[in-house]
């Protein structure tokens, strides 16, 4: 262990020489020295303690002007001069020295606080949010408000859940390989989930009914990637499962989820379909949000909005084209249908309430899923699925989207 007691520090302040006032010798060795050391010092802190040394009210100089008043007459008035003399020398010094050294300083500022307006700016571009984040956001926002909780399941899902539990028989279709991408090896039956449904099950095991979850995940087939396809693409899905439940509260929940992500006036219609998970099932239908469901748009109109437009949601409906004179062109983005295909729906199958430990006697329950980057294929009018995976950030930035 080192010795904690510190070295004895050396005396910095000894006690001032003695001057005496009618000593001109001693009072002229005084301020010699004094100004010996205000020109010595090298910055403004410096000068400052030497001017404290030297002329403060503990100096030689001070002290020994203190002294004037104890003496006789004569001697008392050439101490005087003597004492103001030498004090102003040193105040005059002192001051000299100052502006020389704040000058030094100001330069210096100068110099090492110099800003180049010529230097060019940073010229990195800037990210942007992906449109398609942005969009799930939007829709888990709406189901949020909705009271509903937002889920996320496994991408490499358990071939169970994303059939069995969802009642696919063992020779459905969707199971085969050019469907689905199953996992090396076959044996352990794991895919990667071709839709988010089969988070339905999983959420239901884990919480019971009644239970309202918003499910918004990627899922994966084995598309090629082309203008209208890609092997990877999200989806939202939706559960909900409790006492009375029926097709009237989809359509509701369909409805104003279309209002939320495709503006006011947007509407649903349902269609038969089958699902092997739901009983009844429908395809959803959206009232085409580019021509307000006319099937026309007004002539250069004709595609959704594009870029840097405001999107069709974000536009009043009463503004959008409606042609009495007749003189529109065919919606493209609907074929002049005035619905586009949206997801799949329905009331959940008993068999799988039943699968995932609900009793189905007792509850019901009703499930939908939608496509994203159609959401925003047709809201947006993005022409290319391929756009939308390729990840430039010029088409990010295309949706005003810039963080
Ligand atoms: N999972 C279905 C699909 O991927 C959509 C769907 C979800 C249908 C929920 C009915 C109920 O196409």
Not at 88 to 97: C, F, G, S
Not at 277 to 301: K, L
Request: net charge negative.
């Amino acid at each position: 262990m080192p010795d904690p007691t510190p070295e004895p520090a050396p005396n910095r302040d000894p006690d001032p020489v003695a001057v005496s006032p009618t000593d001109a010798e001693q009072v002229e060795a005084a301020v010699a020295e004094a100004l010996s050391a205000v020109a010595a010092a090298g910055d403004l802190d410096e000068l400052t303690a030497a001017a404290r040394a030297h002329g403060g009210d503990r100096s030689p100089l001070s002290l020994a002007n203190r002294e004037i008043g104890a003496l006789p007459g004569p001697a008392k008035a050439e101490a005087g001069r003597r004492m103001g003399q030498a004090r102003r020398d040193v105040a005059e010094a002192v001051a000299e020295r100052r502006a020389v050294l704040e000058a030094e300083r100001d330069a210096a500022v100068l110099v090492t606080e110099a800003q180049d307006l010529t230097q060019p700016t940073s010229r990195r571009p800037r990210g942007a949010r992906h449109p398609l984040g942005l969009l799930v956001e939007e829709v888990e926002d709406f189901f949020t408000g909705l009271g509903w909780t937002v889920l996320e399941g496994p991408e490499v899902e358990a071939e169970w859940f994303n059939f069995d539990a969802l009642n696919f028989g063992p020779d459905h279709p969707a199971r085969q390989m050019q469907d689905t991408f199953f996992v090396d090896p076959p044996e352990d039956g794991l895919v990667l989930r071709t839709h988010t449904s089969p988070v339905q099950a999983r959420a239901l095991l884990d919480h019971g009914a009644p239970l309202y979850v918003a499910v918004p995940g990627r899922v994966f087939r084995t598309d090629e990637l082309d203008a209208t396809h890609t092997p990877v693409f999200t989806q939202v899905e939706g559960l909900a499962v409790d006492e009375h439940l029926t097709m009237a509260n989809l359509r509701g929940v369909l409805d104003a989820m279309a209002v939320a992500v495709l503006g006011e006036g947007t509407t649903t219609r349902l269609r038969p379909a089958f699902f092997p998970f739901t009983e009844p099932s429908a395809e959803m239908d959206v009232r085409c949000p580019v021509c307000a469901g006319t099937g026309e748009v007004a002539p250069g109109a004709a595609r959704g909005a594009g870029a840097g437009a405001p999107s069709a949601a974000e536009e009043d409906a009463s503004t959008r084209t409606e042609d009495p004179a007749g003189e529109g062109v065919p919606c493209r983005t609907c074929g002049s249908t005035g619905w586009i295909e949206w997801g799949g729906c329905g009331m959940v199958n008993p068999h799988v309430l039943r699968a995932a430990g609900v009793d189905p006697e007792r509850y019901s329950g009703f499930a939908f899923g939608m496509g994203i980057e159609r959401t925003l294929m047709f809201r947006n009018g993005v022409e290319d699925m391929r756009d939308m995976v390729e990840g430039d950030v010029r088409f990010s930035r295309q949706f005003g989207t810039e963080v």
